[in-house]
Nanobody
Framework: QVQLMESGGGSVQAGGSLQLACNYS????????LMWYRQAPGKERELVST???????TYADSVKGRFRVSQNYFENLLYLQMDNLQPADTAVYYC???????????????????WGQGTQVTVSG
């Protein structure tokens, strides 16, 4: 089993910054990539960013140019640097991992296999 734990959420004013971290651990036999999702009140969970094992990154259009995903592979840490935050960014942010696929083969598009519990980000102003 794999565990993921997010941290770094909080409350900021519009235009502010936060850095989220996701610490993952457990029995990891293969890695395809990691993802950040978010879910705002009354809305469906949406994909914010992906980072494949090859280092390819994707971002939702709504966060391009403001958010940046990175990782410390050896420390099992995933980060999401969020700048110029806006009230529309208010949500619970989740870390997800596409790990331990049968046979170790990775899908063309990452999909969550494991989830963290989420961390709240609130942007006011």
């Amino acid at each position: 089993q794999v565990q993921l734990m997010e941290s770094g959420g909080g409350s900021v004013q519009a235009g502010g910054s936060l850095q989220l971290a996701c610490n993952y651990s457990g029995a990891i036999s293969s890695r395809c990539g990691l993802m950040w999702y978010r879910q705002a009140p009354g809305k469906e969970r949406e994909l914010v960013s992906t980072l494949t094992i090859r280092g390819d990154r994707t971002y939702a259009d709504s966060v391009k140019g403001r958010f940046r995903v990175s990782q410390n592979y050896f420390e099992n840490l995933l980060y999401l640097q969020m700048d110029n935050l806006q009230p529309a960014d208010t949500a619970v942010y989740y870390c997800a991992a596409d790990f331990n696929r049968p046979g170790g083969s990775c899908p063309r598009v990452l999909a969550p296999v494991y989830w963290g519990q989420g961390t709240q980000v609130t942007v006011s102003g």
